[in-house]
């Protein structure tokens, strides 16, 4: 029988499980400066743990489509393209121009042909409706909490049988007070999607919480 080895440390961090998933994950110069420019920009990317999450999950579906909610300064949109196909092509989008100025700079410092990425601006549910039913492998929701329970429409809407979607901030998003309607708009997305006949869902307990869900 296998014991687990006992009294592992990762230096820089506790013994948190969120601590310890972030430290697991290896992140290079390139993620560190967009992470840089997001500060900078004062938005909050996915955590290590979270990227790493996206990385594995756009690789596991082998991802050839995949939108994105929310580009901000490019985090999460690296790790999605790094687990997808080569050919693959990220659709990202997000309400600040520069915002996504600022994440094809990132996308190319990454290696990405400009052509890997599709940066459209404006707001998430007037582009969604724009976007081909049924083409997508993965949607990722890093949106305005409140529009939730739009966003799983739309993905449900764009994903392929067996594609994912994936909801960042879901924990945080539950346990803000001070944003009651958007509270309120998350907890009414895990009860959808948990109890909905269509999808197969798990709540992973890394960064602010990563709900994911497959179609079937």
Request: charged share 20%; with cysteine.
């Amino acid at each position: 029988m296998h014991t687990p080895a006992r009294g592992i440390t990762i230096t820089g961090y506790g013994q948190s499980d969120a601590g310890l998933a972030d430290a697991y994950a290896v992140e290079d110069e390139v993620l560190r400066y967009a992470r840089r420019q997001s500060e900078l920009a004062t938005v909050r990317p996915v955590s290590p743990a979270s990227g790493a999450a996206l990385t594995l999950l756009a690789a596991a579906l082998g991802a050839r489509a995949v939108a994105e909610i929310g580009t901000g300064a490019g985090v999460s949109g690296i790790c999605l393209l790094r687990g997808m196909r080569p050919d693959g092509v990220l659709t990202t989008v997000d309400v600040q121009p520069g915002l996504q100025r600022q994440a094809r700079e990132v996308f190319a410092g990454a290696g990405f042909a400009t052509g890997r990425a599709r940066c459209i601006p404006g707001a998430a549910l007037d582009v969604l409706p724009r976007l081909a039913d049924g083409q997508y492998d993965l949607v990722f929701c890093d949106g305005d909490p409140g529009e939730t329970p739009e966003y799983l429409a739309e993905s449900l809407r764009l994903l392929r049988p067996g594609g994912m979607v994936c909801f960042e901030g879901a924990l945080s998003a539950l346990d803000a007070a001070a944003f009651e309607a958007q509270s309120q708009a998350a907890r009414e997305l895990v009860r959808t999607v948990r109890e909905h006949p269509g999808l197969f869902s798990a709540l992973l307990p890394i960064g602010d919480g990563l709900l994911c869900a497959v179609k079937h």
